[in-house]
């Protein structure tokens, strides 16, 4: 690997920029919880935030280095990880959104996960080999991050009157990045129609359905305004995604090269 | 000194599994890879031998451990022409788990994943014994344990605390 602190350019093919996407909200999502380690409530949910954490950090790995393999440019998932700017990130906002209180965490959790269980379960069915059987690994592992969210915003809904108000407040806040989630661009749905890329746009009912049970059980209510956030699929992202990336790229930027 | 490598492919075939197969999940070091159904196979091609493994998590950090120890294994059986070949299809599931795995993970302390297990099981009632005194009395505590694999739950029988392997 050469020793520079240059970022990478990407090739702009349809596949790569998919896969990327999926890769970078894993990654962006995994390090805010990663964040949480040695600081949550409680032991448990220590170790269910790095747990969950982990899992997410390693569907990127698995993506990036798929990414690699397409480009084909002698890069590894390092590569992806360390060396691309802000704008270069094509993650959704919701996931870089900073952990906030407890139940801002949660709430965000939830809100991605209830998208990532149907979203990586659609996969499993790609055309494209490799996609499916990370998906196989992806959608189990998201099932078990949905339930530990669902069951967190139901207990802090209908918990005490400050757990309530602090979950409600979490949905409030991040309700406008929620549509997001269900974009897809030109290039994206080239690949939907070639039953490679899943269509976020289909799972928009399923998530309604989850979203609205739990919020529901919670007695939380669901916003009702309808403007919605965008930006982080063309690397238009919010202030906190640079302040992130300092932390997560430190030590490459500063020891170029640095290995184990 | 090792002596006497095997120059017929089946015969070097046969060394790399039986080193291959000594190796252990270093988190839980009564179960070997060929238990935990991450060692998928070994292909011998020109003296060289491919080792085909498969991960169990996406983000489990002792597969790194598992694939240089593999690597190890078959140094000291005296292969040294070794790599090591990361296959995801198909996805590894608790499933592949021998009958002697879970017999081994149960007297470790560990209650074993159900066959056939998954999603369904995921969002219903679990029951799972107790590997200690086999009480089905037994509750979850949470559902991440030590590590990504286990779930921590709590015998009303015994009142240990015991991992669950969760189903995957």
């Known amino acids: 690997m050469s020793l520079t602190t240059t970022s990478i350019k990407i ?27 040695g600081h949550a ?6 170790m269910a935030l790095s747990n ?9 790995r698995l993506l990036y280095t798929y990414v690699a393999e397409l480009e084909g440019a002698g890069r590894d998932e390092d590569s992806y990880a360390y060396l691309r700017d802000a704008p270069q ?23 991605y996960s209830a998208f990532a269980d149907p979203y990586w379960r659609a996969m499993t069915a ?17 099932a078990y991050h949905l339930r530990h969210a669902s069951e967190w915003v139901i207990r802090l809904g209908d918990g005490t009157e400050e757990s309530q108000a602090r979950a409600q407040a979490a ?10 989630l269900f974009e897809a661009d030109e290039a994206e749905r080239e690949l939907i129609k070639e039953a490679v890329a899943v269509d976020p746009a289909s799972l928009r009912g399923a998530w309604s359905k989850m979203m609205g049970a739990v919020i529901r059980e919670a007695t939380l209510k669901a916003p ?25 790229q430190y030590l490459q930027r500063t020891y170029p090269g640095a290995r184990w | 000194m090792v002596t006497g490598i095997p120059s017929s492919p089946e015969e070097l075939s046969h060394l790399a599994w039986r080193a291959a197969a000594q190796v252990v999940d270093p988190e839980i070091p009564v179960l070997t890879i060929v238990d935990l159904g991450v060692l998928r196979g070994i292909d011998v091609k020109h003296g060289r031998v491919e080792v085909t493994i498969t991960p169990t998590y996406s983000g489990c950090p002792a597969m790194n451990v598992i694939a240089l120890e593999i690597e190890a294994a078959l140094r000291r059986a005296g292969i040294a022409e070794v790599s090591i070949r990361t296959v995801l299809s198909p996805a590894w599931t608790t499933d592949w788990l021998t009958e002697d795995g879970r017999r081994k993970l149960r007297e470790f302390g560990i209650a074993p994943p159900k066959p056939g297990g998954g999603r369904r099981l995921l969002f219903g009632q679990e029951t799972v014994a107790c590997p200690r005194c086999g009480s089905a009395d037994t509750h979850l505590l949470s559902q991440f344990g030590s590590t990504p694999c286990k779930a921590l739950w709590r015998c009303g029988a015994c009142q240990e605390p015991f991992d669950y392997f969760k189903c995957h």
Not at chain 1, 93 to 107: H, K, R, S, Y
């Open chain 1, 52 to 60: 969950i954490g982990l899992d997410l950090i390693g569907q990127a």
């Open chain 1, 41 to 46: 409530p409680m032991l448990e949910e220590d």
């Open chain 1, 224 to 248: 009702s305004s309808s403007w919605m956030q965008t930006g982080g699929r063309g690397g238009r992202h919010s202030e906190h995604l640079g302040h992130l990336l300092s932390e997560l």
């Open chain 1, 126 to 142: 790609s055309k494209d080999a490799t996609l499916a059987a990370i998906a196989a690994k992806a959608e189990k592992e998201s």
């Open chain 1, 89 to 111: 990130y094509r993650n959704l906002l919701l996931v870089e959104q900073p952990n906030g209180d407890f139940a801002m965490t949660i709430v965000r959790q939830f809100f």
């Open chain 1, 171 to 180: 949905v409030d806040e991040l309700w406008a990045f929620t549509g997001e």
């Open chain 1, 11 to 37: 090739a702009q093919t349809p596949i790569v920029l998919y896969v990327l996407r999926r890769a970078d909200d894993a990654l962006i999502l995994g390090h805010r919880l990663s964040e949480w380690c």
